[in-house]
């Protein structure tokens, strides 16, 4: 025992020097083999069940779990005018009210019992009902998920609840100055009658009754309008079989999902000032943005993150947070569209007197991202962010699930089946000569719209050091944004 310590000491001894030389004396020196990943192919997992539904069935024995989740063609924009709200309450309350066989109580005592979750929303594209529970249960969780789907009860006082919930929250629309800028961010970005602009009011909540649910829950939650992703602790035979019965013998009749509405009106140039007494102004930079299947989408993403998406890399962080000291968080976005053009977003929040400066700083680097080349140093960090996260999407036998899902829910699987595959492709080839083309492109100044929401008087006097004009930034001039009354949203006086 002695001797056999004593060699591998030794051993250890003599290979400690060769070991040491090998480790870099900095960080930066590290290197590391290229990584190899490929995805997995979405076409391994579909399956087109004879209830209606396609579903993707990813079988993972690692763990006693098994996830299901339904995505519904629906949302937001199937609201009837002046119902406002009725497609989130309804997304809400499918698990939350009750069904026909077991009252809202019963219902959360026995998920509670089995140490499950369910789980219902609407949101402005589409609703989702889930459930994830342990593989011992799963015909238990499958009864249950089928009451929820086809006979939710909407129990009165579960309804009144919501109500007084919403109407609370109402009451405190104008408090945070973060919750105006988002409302009249979107009022901007999309027009005031683009369906995503129609926010609830004390009188849509208010006229909103148990027919108006049932209604809408029948018109929508149908096998033909779901897509479905299930993961976990299971015989793939055997799931495919239990979903079809799941589905099958539907109790009542649907309608065929509707197009997502594209008719979204971009604001006219200007500043858009908001008075609000707070001593920060919030900003928001905007500029009509693109669809994700634009061939310009990949050069765009890399834009944006050098410009502003990527964090304290980004040039936009850089100037006004870390050289200016001018806010804490500054940023920018542009993701694409699935069914409209999305918005392009440089933001940030700053104190009122340099909210005007901080204004002018961004448009310098918005335009001298289109009038100058990137550096090598830029592109190669902007471009291994998206390639070196790329397996994200698929860490987990779930996360494989769900996003084949949505692809097969937004169309894409079917019109672009090698997105996933060809991704990493197609961000490695983008080029500088790319980026400046579609900077100069889609950052056009003259289309500019700027949101501020603040003081509005402190924001004006702006920086005696820095003296920047409303007119100085945008030929649009200012424009006025009265507060709206929070439970009619209507302009107050």
Same mark, same amino acid.
Do not use: C, I, Y
């Given at each position: 025992m002695k001797t056999n310590t004593i060699v591998f000491w030794l051993l250890l001894a003599l290979a400690l020097p060769s070991v040491a030389a090998e480790i870099p004396d900095r960080p930066e020196k590290l290197t590391f083999p290229k990584l190899t990943y490929e995805p997995p192919n979405g076409a391994e997992y579909r399956v087109p069940l004879k209830s209606g539904p396609v579903a993707f069935v990813v079988p993972n024995r690692e763990l006693p779990l098994v996830s299901i989740s339904i995505l519904v063609r629906t949302g937001k924009y199937n609201e009837p005018k002046g119902k406002e709200g009725l497609a989130a309450m309804t997304g809400y309350l499918l698990s939350k009210g009750g069904t026909q066989n077991r009252s809202a109580e019963e219902l959360e005592e026995r998920l509670a019992f089995l140490a499950?979750?369910?789980? #219902? #929303? /609407?949101? !402005?594209? =589409? &609703? #989702? /009902? &889930? /459930?994830?529970?342990? =593989?011992? %249960?799963? %015909?238990e969780g499958l009864t249950m998920l089928r009451e929820v789907l086809t006979a939710p009860r909407f129990q009165k006082d579960r309804i009144d609840l919501y109500k007084t919930q919403q109407l609370q929250a109402m009451k405190q629309r104008n408090d945070d100055s973060r919750n105006i800028e988002r409302r009249e961010l979107v009022r901007l970005a999309y027009g005031d009658r683009f369906f995503r602009s129609q926010v609830t009011t004390k009188a849509s909540i208010e006229s909103i009754n148990e027919? %108006?649910?049932?209604?809408?829950?029948?018109?929508?939650?149908?096998?033909r309008n779901f897509v479905v992703a299930v993961s976990g602790d299971f015989d793939r035979k055997t799931m495919v079989a239990k979903l079809e019965a799941l589905f099958a013998k539907w109790p009542y009749r649907a309608q065929a999902a509707k197009p997502v509405p594209t008719d979204k009106q971009f604001a006219k140039p200007g500043v858009y000032l908001v008075d609000k007494e707070v001593n920060q102004g919030r900003v928001d930079i905007m500029l009509p943005g693109i669809l994700r299947d634009n061939p310009d989408y990949y050069a765009v993403q890399v834009m944006n993150d050098i410009l502003g998406g990527g964090g304290f890399t980004s040039r936009i962080t850089n100037? /006004?947070? #870390? !050289?200016? &000291?001018?806010a804490y968080s500054a940023y920018s976005y542009c993701p694409g569209g699935t069914y409209f053009p999305r918005t392009f977003v440089a933001g940030y929040q700053s104190k009122s007197r340099t909210v005007l400066y901080a204004a002018q700083i961004v448009l310098e680097e918005m335009r001298k991202i289109t009038q100058e080349q990137v550096t090598d140093k830029e592109i190669e960090t902007a471009k291994a962010s998206y390639i070196q996260t790329f397996p994200q999407a698929f860490e987990t036998k779930t996360a494989v699930a769900s996003t084949f899902a949505s692809e097969e829910f937004t169309g894409r699987l079917a019109k672009n089946p090698a997105y996933y595959k060809s991704f990493r492709a197609k961000i490695a080839a983008v080029t500088k000569d790319d980026i400046q083309r579609v900077a100069a492109k889609y950052l056009t100044p003259d289309k500019v719209a700027i949101l501020v929401v603040g003081n509005k008087e402190e924001i004006l006097k702006g920086h005696p050091d820095h003296p920047v004009t409303v007119k100085s930034l945008t030929s649009g001039g200012l424009k006025e944004v009265p507060l709206r009354d929070p439970y009619t949203l209507k302009p107050l006086k």
């Open positions: 499950a979750g369910l789980t #219902s #929303s /609407v949101g !402005d594209t =589409s &609703g #989702s /009902v &889930g /459930v994830n529970l342990l =593989s011992k %249960d799963l %015909d027919a %108006d649910l049932r209604g809408f829950h029948q018109a929508w939650f149908h096998p100037r /006004v947070r #870390s !050289d200016e &000291g001018l």
